[in-house]
């Protein structure tokens, strides 16, 4: 069992920089892959980056690379994605999830999601 709480969310201007926290709790966080979604209003839940568990291997959605930054500190049980260069386009709830011994996993494999965090990008 895996519990995830993101936080970090905000309102923020377009341009501007952000960075999301999911803090895990439960047993062997290690072996999780790790990933960031989001849902933006009347829009599906959609992919936006995932992080393996060992070699940190990494996939980034096309709409959000070059700008966000997905990481991990396994000894703190924690995954961040870090929002740069933010346009309207990225208003929208962020979610966390992980995958047992995920990579480069599909939105339908994911085992366990967070509550999410609002993140509104607006002048």
């Known amino acids: 069992q895996l519990q995830l709480e993101e936080s970090g969310g905000g309102l923020v201007q377009p341009g501007d920089s952000l960075t999301l926290s999911c803090v895990a709790s439960?047993?062997?966080?290690?072996?999780?892959?790790m990933g960031w979604y989001r849902q933006a209003p009347g829009r599906e839940r959609e992919f936006v980056a995932t992080?393996?568990?060992?070699?940190?291997?990494?996939t980034y959605a096309d709409a959000v690379k070059g700008r966000f930054i997905i990481s991990r500190e396994n000894h703190k049980n924690t995954v961040y994605l870090q929002m740069n260069d933010l346009g309207s386009e990225d208003t929208a709830v962020y979610y966390c999830g992980a995958k047992k011994q995920g990579t480069a996993f599909a939105i339908v494999q994911v085992e366990y999601w967070g509550q999410g965090a609002q993140v509104t990008v607006s002048s």
């Open positions: 439960g047993s062997d966080f290690g072996s999780y892959g």
């Open positions: 992080i393996s568990p060992f070699l940190g291997t990494i």
